[in-house]
């Protein structure tokens, strides 16, 4: 069992940034490929960005391609999403998610774990 809890999100104003983090629970954070979705009101769940088990591959959605970049610590049991020029597109609850298969994945069906998501409002 994996319990994640999101921080950082908030309200910025376009342009600026925000680092969301996770942190896991259970001593197996290492082994799991962890992700990054995210959902506006109305719309699906959209896949954000995704890091393996190493931290040695991440691959990002083409629309925060350059701006957003994935990170994780496993001796802190957490990962990280590093938000640049943030556009008010970018507003939506961010779900981190562990997946028992250790690689970078853009399927959000693959995962196993879910937090409860952290708002992040980006102003025009």
């Known amino acids: 069992q994996v319990q994640l809890v999101e921080s950082g999100g908030g309200l910025v104003q376009a342009g600026g940034s925000l680092r969301l983090s996770c942190a896991a629970s259970?001593?197996?954070?290492?082994?799991?490929?962890m992700g990054w979705f995210r959902q506006s009101p109305g719309k699906e769940r959209e896949f954000v960005a995704a890091i393996n088990w190493s931290g040695g591959t991440t691959t990002y959605a083409d629309c925060v391609k350059g701006r957003f970049t994935i990170s994780r610590d496993n001796a802190k049991s957490t990962v990280y999403l590093q938000m640049n020029s943030l556009k008010p597109e970018d507003t939506a609850v961010y779900y981190c998610?562990?997946?028992?298969?250790?690689?970078?994945?853009?399927?959000?069906?693959?995962?196993?774990?879910w937090g409860q998501g952290t708002q992040v409002t980006v102003s025009s």
């Open positions: 259970g001593r197996t954070f290492s082994t799991y490929g």
């Open positions: 998610a562990a997946c028992a298969i250790p690689r970078a994945e853009t399927r959000g069906t693959q995962y196993d774990y």
